[in-house]
């Protein structure tokens, strides 16, 4: 018998094109099942819909009661003779049957690929590998970070966008430090620089679980200008922060298109825990602008008193204005307008106190917020100290202790190089801070008192910083432009923002040598409407009477 040779396929011999037969045979094999597929694919989804509809209807069949069967199964039969009834009626039924077996067996969306690129595995490993001497020890039989050892394990999240790191969930051991601002601080550097610099980044410590979540934070708009924000009697809008840091927007209008924006909201007033604000940052970072539109913000409802340290006339615009009771930038006159309000906050301390214990409301004229805006005080304590004078920031005491009560608001701005001349009590009473321009993050915890939960940003715009209020979080901020509408250099639709905000028509300015004060109320007999003199001890008095009532 002669032996037949077996097919080409089969053998081991080579192929004319060199490459084995029984390869080339599989690949043949693979090409065809996978043409099968793509043939035949709508009958394999139509075919998976039906097994999914057969399970459902089982499972439909199992929790349905027993009573309930038989009248289940009397209805059915009846909409089955109904359709076998109508026209065409079993050909709709078919086709409606198909359409929803294609419907319940498609494909529920394409799978992403399981795990990153090369290129993203590639950083990951580089990032676990440069954690490694910062969250092993060697004394660890099992360690999460050792040398050669993969990221899989450590990373249990992780996300790209555009080829770069914008969030990172990882697991560190239990023995690491966490508890130290030192060793968070390392570990936060190291991300930081390994993630890409040139944009901000949030650390979430979770100490209980051991875990770290880095996110990449987009930079705050610096398109919102000034303009009157929706908010109640007492609130101030000092800025705009992060969407998820606060609970709260407001509509604001940019470039004429509305949209919802989260602010930083400072509440003033007799429920106010943080009824004082202080501001720091360096020449150039926004504070005059904070201070103007607080001060724009203030005249919707109150009365604003300014004093300009720095005698540069930003608050020009705001002069002879209704509700403006006086803009100083001497020292003479920056020292009688705080005697003023000093006065003021008495009698307006002495006039709640004899209505309560009269059980009559409060006038008018003392529930009306009273804002007291002073920019760089130290400037004025440095010339007083020259010419032998007083402090003008000791005339601050009775505004700052007792203004909450009165319905009097004081927000103090100056440069964070003159801290050390500040008034012991202007530090002491402003609970509610900002800090504004490039500071490194120990800085901002000195003024705050806490540290921020982002790296710095690499480009800081005018108005941008951090804000806490009382005891609260350290937050991103973004104050709104509100430059001096008499500045030819800032842009005209920002300066006709400011100026469609200042109230009423500017009449003439008053003289230089006198505060410029609003007309009193008519005096009453109970209340003197000319500035009353108290002493310290009446003072106290009358604060422990409110506290009493």
């Known amino acids: 018998m002669v032996r037949r040779p077996l097919p080409s396929i089969l053998s081991g011999r080579r192929a004319p094109s060199g490459r084995p037969g029984l390869v080339r045979g599989r690949e043949l094999a693979r090409g065809a099942a996978d043409s099968a597929t793509d043939v035949l694919h709508p009958v394999i989804t139509i075919a998976r819909g039906m097994r999914r509809q057969a399970l459902w209807a089982g499972g439909w069949w199992s929790r349905t009661a027993k009573d309930q069967r038989g009248p289940a199964l009397l209805l059915a039969a009846a909409g089955v ?16 049957l198909l359409t929803s077996a294609g419907w319940m067996g498609r494909d529920r969306g394409a799978r992403k ?39 899989d394990k450590a990373f249990t999240s992780y996300e790209f966008g555009d080829g770069r790191l914008v969030r990172l969930h990882l697991r560190y051991p239990a023995y690491f430090t966490d508890g130290e601002a030192d060793s968070r601080a390392r570990v936060e550097g190291l991300l930081h620089a390994k993630a890409g610099r040139g944009r901000e980044y949030r650390f979430d410590w979770n100490e209980e679980e051991n875990h770290l979540t880095l996110s990449a934070l987009p930079p705050l708009p610096t398109d919102v200008v000034a303009q009157r924000f929706v908010t109640a009697p007492g609130e101030t809008v000092l800025g705009f922060t992060d969407a998820d840091a606060v609970q709260r927007t407001v509509p604001v209008l940019v470039a004429g298109v509305p949209r919802d924006a989260p602010p930083v909201v400072w509440r003033t007033g007799a429920r106010s825990t943080e009824p004082h604000l202080l501001a720091l940052g360096q020449p150039g970072t926004g504070m005059t602008s904070l201070l103007r539109s607080i001060a724009l913000q203030g005249l919707a409802h109150g009365d604003v008193v300014v004093i300009d340290g720095g005698g540069t006339g930003e608050y020009a615009c705001l002069s002879g204005r209704p509700g403006v009771l006086a803009i100083e930038d001497g020292l003479l006159g920056a020292t009688a307008t705080l005697e003023w309000a000093s006065h003021e906050t008495e009698r307006r301390l002495i006039a709640v106190n004899r209505a309560r214990q009269s059980g009559e409301p409060v006038a008018d004229d003392v529930r009306r917020p009273l804002w007291i805006l002073v920019d760089r005080p130290t400037a004025l304590a440095r010339l007083a100290l020259a010419e032998g004078r007083q402090d003008p920031q000791a005339l601050l005491d009775v505004p700052l202790r007792h203004g909450r009560s009165a319905n009097v608001a004081v927000a103090v701005a100056d440069q964070l190089d003159a801290t050390e001349a500040l008034a012991p009590v202007v530090i002491a009473q402003t609970r509610a801070r900002v800090v504004l321009g490039p500071l490194a993050p120990e800085h901002v915890a000195a003024v705050l008192g806490a540290p921020p939960l982002t790296t710095p940003a690499a480009i800081v715009p005018p108005g941008r910083g951090y804000a806490r209020l009382g005891a609260g979080p350290v937050l991103r901020l973004q104050v709104p432009a509100t430059p001096d509408p008499y500045d030819e250099e800032a842009s005209p639709a920002h300066r006709e923002a400011v100026r469609s905000m200042l109230p009423g028509a500017c009449p003439a300015p008053a003289p230089a040598s006198t505060p410029s004060l609003a007309p009193a109320p008519e005096p009453s007999p109970e209340i003197p409407a000319a500035p009353v003199s108290l002493g310290k001890d009446a003072v106290i008095r009358t604060v422990a009477d409110l506290e009493l009532g």
């Open 81 to 96: 003779v109904i359709v076998m009834m109508m026209p065409y009626g079993p050909i709709l039924a078919a086709v409606a």
């Open 113 to 151: 690929a399981a795990g990153p690129s090369e290129a993203e595995a590639v950083r990951l490993q580089s990032l676990y590998e440069a954690l490694v001497p910062y969250l092993s020890d060697t004394g660890d039989p099992a360690p999460l970070y050792a040398h050669g050892g993969t990221w």
